[in-house]
């Protein structure tokens, strides 16, 4: 169902910003003056000429089913009472509609704003979510019908289109990468449907996550955000739009100081396709990783964490076929580095279906360079391979760095569940206090490998954990996999 208002994220301190204070002046200078000399501008002749870009978004959802509260008789059709009811309804101009005809609608209010004079408006997804229903509502008065042209619902934007008999006024993109934390930006939008609204404030952080989708890196700024501002532009100070606005941190539902827009360059080539193709194609790597924290660092031997550690490939993704494998550590991806692991899937996405690609990975201690012929990234990335079960085994249980370990055999993989792709060594049981179980490592899951070699009888274990104890190394890499398949890189100190 539609939501009129932005997504709120967290829980925070209620706070009320009431602005900077202009100081008294003893010569008596009006407030605009007492500004200026404080080095801030007037941004009234910017605001004159973005705002007729900026729209205000209406859309519109039809729930069946669900119509407004009233008593209804319930009369079987066709008999006289049926017939006495429809003619009353119908004597007085109000019309009685079938049961199964009658429905609420329910409106979302936001923002957007216009790209190109033709009629193509940018907005958020969530905006306009399941409508039926889209009018799009400019400085004039003007309403106009929107055509659903397409929408992304990963990076949260949707791209309408309005037919208008003059030319529409239009605003352009412009480098949000430039933007640095301190520089000056503006907001336009609809808050609590009161229609034109400016704002302002300041670049307050970059690269924001806020765990709201795969791709998130959001420009934070102190200028004022509230519900139906959601779609609206953010401005630079040369009226070129470096970020949609998006979200808000609030309890309330109300300006903090903490909103949140999706970068400019972060888009642009995403409203491209969904103008040309309805849809947007993203590069695929066919890759599982996850986060190198410094015990995962410390037992690869790479130095500081950085990177993507790749947990698992997808059996049909391109990843295979260029000879990466589980246990690489993916530190450069197209000439560019990997920092953190959520670098990679933005870069990936970003990246043209098709693409010949450079991929720096360590594996070993060694630098390999791989390339990658990027794939078409699928609706659904959990693709199952099917694999035999390792023949059943008697053995004793063994324990090891608090966990307890045996054959992972056909009467375990049924009791637990376990996807039959999964080979290794099962945990059967874990020490509360542990370490094992302070790293999430449960009594059905099962080790594929120590120290990236695989194993599959707890006496590999014990064997592989003594030689790295013999090396001198202090953390031992393992590779859980869990019953339903997903893998993840563990590090565990070694005994």
């Known amino acids: 169902m539609l939501k009129a208002q932005h997504r709120i994220f967290g829980t925070l301190a209620l706070a009320l910003a009431l602005g900077a204070s202009v100081p008294a002046m003893a010569d008596g200078l009006p407030a605009l003056m007492a500004l200026k000399a404080q080095g801030i501008p007037s941004l009234a002749d910017l605001a004159a000429r973005v705002s007729a870009a900026v729209v205000n978004i209406s859309a519109e959802e039809i729930i069946p089913g669900h119509g407004p509260a009233m008593v209804t008789p319930h009369i079987a059709p066709g008999t006289p009472f049926d017939k006495m009811f429809r003619n009353f309804f119908k004597d007085h101009g109000k019309g009685m509609p079938p049961m199964d005809e009658q429905h609420s609608t329910a409106t979302s209010l936001g923002s957007g704003f216009v790209i190109d004079p033709s009629g193509i408006v940018v907005t958020d997804n969530h905006v306009i979510a399941e409508a039926n229903h889209i009018t799009v509502i400019f400085t004039d008065g003007r309403k106009l019908k929107a055509k659903l042209l397409g929408r992304d619902k990963k990076l949260d934007i949707a791209v309408l289109q309005v037919t208008s008999p003059t030319p529409l006024k239009a605003v352009s993109f412009g480098d949000s990468d430039k933007m640095r934390i301190g520089d ?58 470096i970020g949609i606005n998006t979200a808000i941190l609030s309890p309330s539902g109300g300006s903090i100081g903490l909103g949140f827009a999706t970068p400019a360059n972060n888009v642009i080539s995403a409203i491209a396709q969904l103008r040309q193709n309805g849809v947007v194609r993203r ?127 056909d009467a375990a993989r049924k009791k637990f569940n376990i996807a039959a792709k999964i080979k290794g060594v099962l945990v059967t ?27 599959s009888t707890p006496a590999d274990v ?21 019953p339903s398949g997903d893998e993840q890189f563990v590090a565990l100190p070694v005994p």
């Not at 996405?349 to 791989?370: P, S, W, Y």
């Not at 659904?380 to 992972?408: F, N, R």
């Not at 179980?437 to 449960?442: H, L, T």
């Not at 064997?463 to 869990?482: C, P, Q, S, Y």
């Open 184 to 241: 000056p930006v503006m907001a336009v939008g609809n808050p609590f449907g009161l229609g034109g609204t400016v704002t302002a404030g300041i670049v307050s952080a970059r690269h924001r996550n806020i765990d709201s989708g795969p791709y998130d890196d959001f420009i934070q700024t102190d200028a004022s955000i509230n519900k139906g501002n959601s779609g609206g532009p953010l401005f630079n100070m040369a009226g070129e739009v």
């Open 462 to 482: 014990v064997a592989a954990l003594a030689d790295m104890k013999k090396a001198g190394k202090k953390i031992a890499l393992f590779l859980i996999a869990r």
């Open 429 to 455: 049981g874990v020490e509360p206090q542990s370490t094992a179980a302070a790293k999430g490592i449960g009594a059905d899951n099962v080790i594929v490998e120590v120290g990236q070699k695989e194993v």
């Open 283 to 409: 590069g695929w790597l066919g890759v599982r990783i996850q986060p190198v924290d410094a015990a995962i660092a410390e037992s690869l031997g790479i130095g500081k964490p950085r990177g993507a550690l790749i947990a698992g490939l997808e059996a049909s993704g391109p990843a295979g076929p260029a000879g990466l494998k589980p246990g690489d550590v993916i530190v450069k991806f197209n000439g560019h580095d990997i920092a953190k692991s959520r670098d990679l899937p933005k870069m990936v996405a970003n990246t043209a279906v098709g693409d010949d690609v450079q991929v720096e990975v360590i594996r070993n201690g060694r630098t390999l360079d791989k390339t990658v012929k990027l794939g078409l990234l699928p609706d659904d990335s959990k693709i199952v391979a099917a694999a035999k079960a390792p023949a059943t085994q008697t053995v004793a249980p063994v324990t090891a760095i608090g966990m307890e370990l045996g054959m992972l055999d």
